[in-house]
């Protein structure tokens, strides 16, 4: 199965009959993806709007990375592909964790039909027991700086939530040091001659 096949699977996907605002899978892949944005799930905006972050998260995650909207949406050397495709419903602490069976269903079919991808950036608990699973159960500082240096063509990054200000003014260096290391990759990758990329983009709503 092709990639344009299997995003079209995904894009019908009802799988979870029991999510609170119906099934809604949004993701943002392309066979040109050279960088793979890898969050949680799409929050109860992302949901409505149908695009990920398109919020204040996305202001900061896109000044980390050094990115324009235009250039975030659209590229199709950016992909994101969260753990979940679909707003699983929130919860008493945040939004409820994204159902296992999305992830076992769809994450390693579309990983294998993504071999430009250079550069993962791993947000949160979920993706980083997928992605990094030596580092499952490690605190957010050990987790990022673990991978400080984009070992592996990965990087750690908090989650670029206002709510993690807080985190972020306790952990200066995250700004000061990594910020920098990924504006440059991001900018080695993107920089990269046309002919590393195409323009036919298969893209989702997006999350």
Known sequence: MDLQTLTSE?????????????????????????MLIV????????HG?????????????RAWLALDRETFYTDPRIGIFPM??????????????????????????????LP?????????AYAIAWHLPHLKGKSVVQAVQSAAEGQDK?????????????WLRQNAWFEE????????????????PAGHAGHGAEEGPHG
Do not use: Y
Not at 10 to 30: E, K, V
Not at 84 to 110: H, M, N, S, Y
Not at 154 to 166: A, E, G, Q
């Open 10 to 34: 995904m894009r019908a996907c009802a799988l979870c009959t029991d999510l609170p605002l119906g099934p809604n899978p949004i993701f943002q892949i392309s066979a040109a993806a050279r």
């Open 39 to 46: 969050g949680q799930a799409p929050g109860r905006i992302t």
């Open 49 to 61: 709007k149908g695009r990920p972050f398109d919020d204040p998260s996305g202001d900061r995650l």
């Open 84 to 113: 979940g495709l679909c707003f699983p419903g929130g919860g008493p602490g945040g939004d409820k964790p994204p159902p296992e069976i999305c992830a076992r269903t769809w994450r390693q079919p579309v990983l294998d039909r």
């Open 116 to 124: 430009k991808v250079e550069l993962t950036l791993v947000l949160g």
């Open 154 to 166: 990965v990087f750690v990054l908090p989650h670029p939530s206002p709510r993690n200000n807080r």
């Open 177 to 192: 040091t990594v910020v920098p290391r990924i504006q440059a990759t991001v900018r080695r990758l993107l920089d990269a």
